[in-house]
Structures are given as structure tokens and as C-alpha cells.
């Protein structure tokens, strides 16, 4: 007797080349069956999602959910299960200093699963700006905190921002290296100078330091030191870093994602391999509050869903190595499941500048399935003409 069948809608998970209505069977938490027509009276519960999409459950890889610690951070399940996604990766809210929290107060509190990266700065993003001298940095206790995190912890992130380079040059990205390399992490580094104050050419110093694995983050930002030189041609880096394997995310955040720089990046054929939000309590408000929205905007742009599906799924689980149980519906793997609902209708999606797109399709979240466990959901996307108060 199957636990739940989640019954009459269009599986979407590229991971295995599924497109089609099907029904999918869960016990025990996984994945048990997928197949058309599954009989009801085979699982204890039947829901119905005809006419919805179902894929693997949603990973946003770079989020900022230490809510009540950080001012920026949002309460983890209204970006988690109750916006449609499954997997949440704090990009670096916490360092060695302030870790702690997240497996005594916050991870036990959320029904959304939460991944962290440690930020090389001590108090990561308890205080702003975070790195203000040489000693932001403890270099062994942020090693040792990864260590005895019991992999909660399985990444480093670095900011390229004002004043941290300014201070520290890039000796600020060879330390996180460095602690990733010992601790056996991946490192994430954010490109683009919000305060737009250091050497835009900083880029070419920084990619050629990253491995395979390691993740660069906010691909699309129009702010100096992105992947764009003054002539918008893409650095030659950047193909090279693409080409041995490094990941490439598109992060939008308050300031860090444009139409333009995105346009003339995929114009040159290099194209990212994970969306994310950059959730934060201010840019909830004013640019973008939900993953979901996120696929809408990359459906504008002219990317099919199932690319956007992959780009949400398989591909951010294999950067934060946890392929091995999420990012796919195969039997077996985690019940995690999204549920969707593709709309028809007049939608516009914005960047950072205040730029849109229109599209005539739009991702609304429906519920989120997490270890077989149903939560439902909401914050779809804005409508066009339809700017709330909040979001």
C-alpha cells in the first residue's frame, strides 16, 4: 500500500527524459512508482493535480533564510514549501562565528530542507558591509566549522564587493579557496561590485582560481566585475571556467540581474546552469519573491520549460551534491515533488533596473511535496499591470 499517489498530471522531469501524464507513487518518503493510471485504491492517499505540472521539487541554490539573525533573511518555509520549493541553499548568511544557529534554531523549525554555505567572513551577514578588516577572516575556524557541521555545511561563499576587495585584494577569494579545498567543499563566489568601486577586471583574476564544482553566482549582474567586459563581449574566463566544469548560476537579488547583460551573454553561447532567487526580506518586496517567478522570467527570455525545469532542478542538485537523492523523480530517490501550474495569460517580469518582459506564460506554485509530506502553496508571480503593496 503506497503511502500517497500524486494522480493525473504532467510529469516534468527531464533527468529522465519524462514528459507526460503520469501518476506518481510514494512510500516511505520516496519515490515508488511512476505510471499511468496507478489505481487510488492501491495508497492510503490519492491527490488529484489534472491539468497541473508535477517535477522534482524545486532547489533554489542561493537564498538568505537566517531569519531573525540576519535583517535580510526570510522565514524559511515562505520561500520554501509554501512557494512551491523543496531545497533551500543559504548562500552564506552565516560564518564560523554565527553558524550555530541554523542547526540548533533554524533547520529544526523549517519543513523546508536547508543547505548552507559558510561565508568566509566570521559573522557572515550579520553585520553589513561583512568584511570590513583582515581579521572579518578566521581562516582555521571557518575550516574546522565546515568539519564539524556533520554536513549541513557543504560549500564556502565569497562576495566580490566593495570594501572586502578593497582591503583585502583578492588574498579575500584565495582564503575562501583555500578553506574549501581543506574543509572538501565546493566555493560559490557572488561577482559584481554592488557599490561599483573596484576594478571591474577583477573577474579575469578570479575565474581562472575556481575548479570544477565550484560555483560562481549571479551570472547575469550588469555591476562591474561581472562576465561582461566594457564592450559586452564575455571574457574569455568565462567560457574557460564553463568548459572544466564550473557551475554558473543567475542569482537576481535586489541588484545583480539584468535583461541586457543576460541577452548578450546567451548571445555569446555560454549559458548558465542554475536559476536562483536570492531571496531576502527586502528583495521579496521590491524585485523578485519567488522561484517560480524566476522560471517565468528564463520562459520570457526564450528557454523552453523543460530547460527551466533542469536549470531549477537536476543541475543545482549536482552543484551542491545531493544528486544522489534530489533533483530527480527516479524510484527510489527523495519525495520531493513540485506542483505546478502553467497559466496562460498577459504577465510581465521585471530585472533590477526596472526593465520587462512579457510572457505569456507564467510558473504558479500549487504545493510542494517534501519527503512525501504536502504543504500548499502560493506566490506565483505578479501579473502585468498588478504591483502589490508587498510580496
Known amino acids: 500500500m503506497y503511502d500517497l ?21 510514494i512510500e516511505d518518503g520516496k519515490i515508488a512508482k511512476i505510471a499511468v493510471d496507478i489505481p487510488a485504491e492501491e495508497a492510503k492517499r490519492v491527490v488529484e ?49 554565527t553558524f550555530w544557529g541554523f542547526p540548533a534554531h533554524i533547520i529544526p523549525n523549517a519543513a523546508t ?22 581579521e572579518s577572516i578566521n581562516l582555521d575556524k571557518t ?15 565569497a562576495r566580490m564587493v566593495s570594501p572586502a576587495l578593497e582591503i583585502m585584494g583578492m588574498e579575500m577569494p584565495k582564503m575562501a579557496k583555500r578553506a574549501a579545498v581543506e574543509a572538501g ?19 579575469r583574476e578570479l575565474l581562472p582560481i575556481l ?6 553566482t549571479h551570472y547575469f549582474t550588469g555591476n562591474p566585475g561581472g562576465v561582461l567586459d566594457s564592450n559586452g563581449k564575455l571574457v574569455p574566463e568565462a567560457k574557460e571556467a564553463h568548459d572544466r566544469g564550473v557551475w554558473l548560476d543567475t542569482a537576481h537579488g535586489r541588484m545583480n540581474f539584468t535583461f541586457d547583460v543576460a541577452q548578450k551573454v546567451l548571445d555569446q553561447g555560454v549559458l548558465p546552469h542554475c536559476i536562483s532567487t536570492d531571496l531576502t526580506v527586502p528583495g521579496r518586496q521590491i524585485t523578485v519573491h519567488s522561484m517560480t517567478e524566476m522560471m517565468t522570467r528564463f520562459l520570457a527570455m526564450g528557454f523552453t520549460f523543460d530547460q527551466v525545469v533542469t536549470m531549477s532542478t537536476e543541475n543545482p542538485a549536482k552543484a551542491v551534491a545531493v544528486d544522489d537523492r ?31 518582459k512579457k510572457s505569456d506564460k507564467a510558473v504558479i506554485p500549487v504545493m510542494a511535496i517534501k519527503k512525501g509530506e504536502i504543504y500548499e502553496a502560493g506566490w506565483g508571480p505578479r501579473p502585468w499591470g498588478w504591483e502589490p503593496d508587498s510580496a
Open 326 to 356: 534530489l533533483g530527480t523523480l527516479a524510484i527510489g530517490k527523495q519525495a520531493d515533488l513540485s506542483v505546478l501550474e502553467i497559466k496562460d495569460g498577459d504577465w510581465m517580469v521585471y530585472d533590477i533596473l526596472g526593465d520587462g
Open 113 to 134: 530542507e536547508i543547505i548552507c554555505f559558510l561565508h568566509i567572513c566570521r559573522t557572515g551577514l550579520a553585520t553589513n558591509p561583512d568584511i570590513f578588516s583582515p
Open 49 to 97: 493535480v489534472k491539468g497541473k505540472v508535477v517535477t522534482p521539487g524545486l532547489i533554489d541554490i542561493h537564498t538568505h533564510v537566517y531569519s531573525g539573525v540576519t535583517d535580510n533573511g526570510v522565514d524559511p518555509d515562505i520561500g520554501g514549501v509554501r512557494a512551491g520549493v523543496t531545497t533551500l541553499v543559504d548562500a552564506g548568511s552565516s560564518g564560523c562565528d
Open 5 to 25: 499517489i500524486v494522480k493525473g498530471g504532467t510529469v516534468v522531469d527531464p533527468s529522465q527524459n519524462l514528459h507526460g501524464i503520469s501518476d506518481v507513487a
Open 185 to 203: 567543499v565546493p566555493l560559490m563566489v557572488h561577482i559584481g561590485d554592488t557599490l561599483k568601486r573596484y576594478d571591474a577586471n577583477v573577474i
Open 143 to 157: 575550516i574546522q566549522t565546515i568539519k564539524d557541521s556533520n554536513g549541513v555545511i557543504t560549500g564556502v561563499k
Open 211 to 216: 575548479d570544477k564544482g565550484d560555483i560562481v
